[in-house]
């Protein structure tokens, strides 16, 4: 049976973007204050705000528009964006959303590149996030039995 394509329309090769909104910056402080997860986790949003808020005052256009979606909700999220645009502190939004409301969670966080890059990263993890939400930061070795020890660590982030 012969099949014309001839008024076949094929979806856009690229499928655009999302634009980048133009949003007011979020204060870094207000953001956890004003959040809804407040009434579950009082304390640990104390915390939060303090974490962020010591580093800077307000998030990036980028962190402003993915917060909502990375904090106020249990949705899967990808944010996609150029290396320097603040991606990592968009990961630990997510992570500290995760560790406030579910403290014996594990998490995985992924660092592409060498395992130096890799044990680098932990350590700096380890030093910020880990010591202020009190989260067990390592790395995975790539062996099956210990790795999965790792995981089942409660409140660990690899």
Same mark, same amino acid.
């Given at each position: ?53 010591? *580093? ?45 409301? *579910? ?56």
């Amino acid at each position: 049976v012969p099949v014309s394509f001839r008024h076949l329309i094929l979806p856009s090769r690229f499928p655009p973007y999302t634009q980048l909104l133009d949003m007011q910056p979020l204060q870094v402080r207000r953001a956890f204050k004003d959040s809804v997860v407040a009434s579950a986790v009082e304390n640990g949003l104390e915390i939060a705000a303090s974490y962020f808020g010591d *580093r800077f005052e307000q998030f990036n256009p980028i962190q402003t528009q993915a917060f909502a979606s990375l904090f106020e909700t249990d949705s899967n999220a990808l944010v996609s964006a150029a290396a320097g645009s603040g991606l990592t502190v968009c990961a630990e939004i997510a992570m500290t959303r995760l560790f406030l409301t *579910r403290p014996t969670a594990s998490a995985v966080y992924l660092v592409a590149g060498s395992k130096q890059e890799a044990r680098r990263k932990a350590e700096e993890l380890s030093n910020s996030f880990g010591n202020a939400f009190g989260v067990a930061v390592d790395c995975l070795k790539g062996e099956i039995s210990s790795d999965l020890k790792l995981l089942d660590t409660p409140g660990s982030l690899m």
